[in-house]
C-alpha cells in the first residue's frame, strides 16, 4: 500500500473507533449508509426505517441485488433522489469489485468503513487491507489484501 493511502487507512480507522456507533448512527453522522454484507437487506431495511421513525428522522432506503442503501432524506431534493442513489450504488460496485479480489486471494471482507468518498477494510484473520477513494476517475484501489494471499 502506498504511504499516502496508509496514512489516509489510519485516520478513517481511528476516526471510525472513535464512534463505532453501528449503522444508524453512521447514517446520522455520514447521511449514506449501505446494508453489510451478509445481512437480510429487508430486514436491515426495516430496522433503519423503524429507529428513523423513532427519532422523527426522515430517510429513504433502496434495495441494491443482495444490499440495501439507507440516506437521509432531508440532504437531498426530491428531485435529485435518483441521482443520489445512483451514485451510492455505483460506489457499491467499485466495493464489490474489490473485496472480491480479495477474496480470490482467501481473504475475508467482512465490512466497509465509509468516510465520505473513501472507504477502508480489512481481513479479520491476517489484518491485510484495502483502501478506496472515489471521488477520483478512475477510483483508488489499494492495499496488501488485493496482491498477497492470506495466510491463514
Ligand atoms: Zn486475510
Known amino acids: 500500500m502506498k504511504p499516502e493511502h496508509e496514512e489516509r487507512f489510519r ?21 449514506e449508509v449501505r446494508s453489510p454484507e ?14 428513523a421513525r423513532a427519532d422523527k428522522i426522515r430517510v429513504m432506503t433502496i434495495r441494491s441485488g443482495d ?12 428531485d435529485q433522489e435518483f441521482r443520489v442513489l445512483s451514485a451510492a450504488m455505483e460506489r457499491g460496485e467499485v466495493l464489490r469489485g474489490a473485496a ?8 475475508e ?20 487491507r484495502i483502501y ?4 477520483i476517475d478512475p477510483p483508488v484501489v489499494d492495499g496488501e489484501a488485493l496482491e498477497k494471499p492470506c495466510p491463514s
Open 11 to 31: 485516520r478513517i480507522a481511528d476516526d471510525y473507533l472513535d464512534r463505532p456507533g453501528g449503522d444508524y448512527a453512521e447514517l446520522l453522522h455520514r447521511g
Open 38 to 51: 451478509g445481512v437480510d437487506p429487508e430486514l436491515w431495511r426495516a430496522e433503519i426505517r423503524a429507529k
Open 67 to 78: 444490499r440495501a442503501i439507507a440516506a437521509l432524506r432531508r440532504t437531498v431534493p426530491k
Open 100 to 107: 472480491e479480489r480479495a477474496r480470490l486471494r482467501g481473504h
Open 109 to 128: 471482507i467482512v465490512r466497509w468503513v465509509a468516510h465520505d468518498q473513501e472507504s477502508i477494510a480489512m481481513c479479520p484473520r491476517c489484518q491485510a
Open 132 to 135: 478506496v477513494r472515489l471521488d
